[in-house]
Nanobody
């Protein structure tokens, strides 16, 4: 069982940056695809980014491509999501998730979820 704890959310102005962290309770080294999802008020949860093992196995939603960056530190069992050039429409609760399906971005493939961290972007 993998437990995930997100941190780093908060309030930012449009054009600003935040970095989210996701600490895993056990080793995620090479085993898990790590993903970030988000859910805005009144909307369904959507895929943001995922990564398995290396940068070659990284995927982004079109809406965040070029602005967000996912990375992982396997030695620290931690995954990061760097949010740059933030827009008000990025306001959402951001969730970290883990999947044993290699390279997936499909929400139903993710078995382990964090509690979420709120990101609010003001205009």
């Amino acid at each position: 069982q993998v437990q995930l704890v997100e941190s780093g959310g908060g309030l930012a102005q449009a054009g600003g940056s935040l970095r989210l962290s996701c600490a895993a309770s056990r080793s995620i080294f090479s085993s898990y695809t790590m993903g970030w999802f988000r859910q805005a008020p009144g909307k369904e949860r959507e895929f943001v980014a995922s990564n398995w093992w290396s940068d070659d196995n990284t995927h982004y939603a079109d809406s965040v491509k070029g602005r967000f960056s996912i990375s992982r530190d396997n030695a620290k069992n931690t995954v990061y999501l760097q949010l740059n050039s933030l827009k008000p429409e990025d306001t959402a609760v951001y969730y970290c998730a883990a999947s044993l399906v290699v390279g997936t971005r499909t929400q139903s493939h993710f078995d382990h979820w964090g509690q979420g961290t709120q990101v609010t972007v003001s205009s």
